[in-house]
């Protein structure tokens, strides 16, 4: 049966808590990124511990997503572009969360590299990088709150960009190692973080395909582009 006006209401009410959850939930995994980075290269431990004990709150908001989400498809039954705003929403939910994940791993790392200094022409690449895709994640939430689907393909075709940069600094990594063994060790440190900003990336370009199928109701067409082809590129991460 259709929807009478005062139920279309409370329906669309609900789908606004949702976006700004997810919102939310965006905000805390940007400045979970910001301060992750900030740490590694200040070297600050007490920010480092902020920043672990911050993915605890967007755990909280994923649930809290993910409660909503449900309880909304069983009341309201919706379907088409309604279904696929939900549906988009726990996608969205879901990758943020990893993301904070990413960011966390990245804080402990800050903890285990106390006692170690790299040089800061390696510390500047991952910070350029973490800078990068802060921005596309920045776009792509953007995009996501104004339903905009051109600013989530730019977001989607950047990430090339940020593949690229993480293979140049993996190379650049391991030419430390081999000239002294010494550097192995806060080296390997910076490889993992390296990799786990390029794991954000890939997030930010999962966002931006949920906006495409939730606007046109059905998945990007064309295969990803990833600058890196590597084994490197498929390296599992570990916290």
């Not at 976006?19 to 905000?27: F, I, N, P």
């Not at 002294?180 to 931006?208: Q, S, V, W, Y």
Request: aromatic share 4%; with cysteine.
């Amino acid at each position: 049966m259709p929807m009478s006006d005062h139920t279309l209401k409370v329906f669309d009410e609900e789908l606004q808590q949702l976006t700004r959850k997810v919102a939310e939930m965006g905000g805390l995994a940007e400045k979970e990124i910001a301060d992750s980075v900030e740490a590694l290269v200040r070297r600050d431990l007490d920010l480092a511990k902020r920043v672990i004990a911050l993915d605890a709150s967007i755990d909280t908001l994923q649930r809290e997503i993910e409660e909503k989400a449900i309880l909304t498809i069983a009341r309201r039954q919706p379907m088409a572009v309604d279904l696929r705003e939900i549906v988009s929403a726990l996608r969205v939910a879901n990758d943020l969360e990893r993301i904070g994940d990413l960011a966390k791993n990245i804080a402990k790392r800050v903890l285990a590299l106390s006692g170690d200094f790299p040089p800061q022409k390696l510390i500047r690449g991952v910070e350029h990088m973490s800078a990068l895709v802060l921005g596309q994640l920045k776009e792509v939430l953007d995009a996501y709150a104004a339903r905009d689907l051109t600013r989530a393909i730019a977001v989607w075709r950047g990430d090339e960009e940020i593949d690229a940069m993480c293979t140049s600094l993996f190379r650049e990594l391991l030419t430390y190692m081999m000239e002294d063994p010494h550097n192995i060790t806060f080296c390997i440190h910076l490889l993992f973080c390296a990799k786990n900003i390029e794991r954000m990336g890939d997030h930010a370009t999962n966002i931006a395909e949920t906006v495409h199928y939730m606007i046109e109701g059905h998945p990007i067409a064309d295969q990803r582009p990833k600058g890196d082809t590597t084994a490197f590129a498929a390296m599992p991460m570990r916290s």
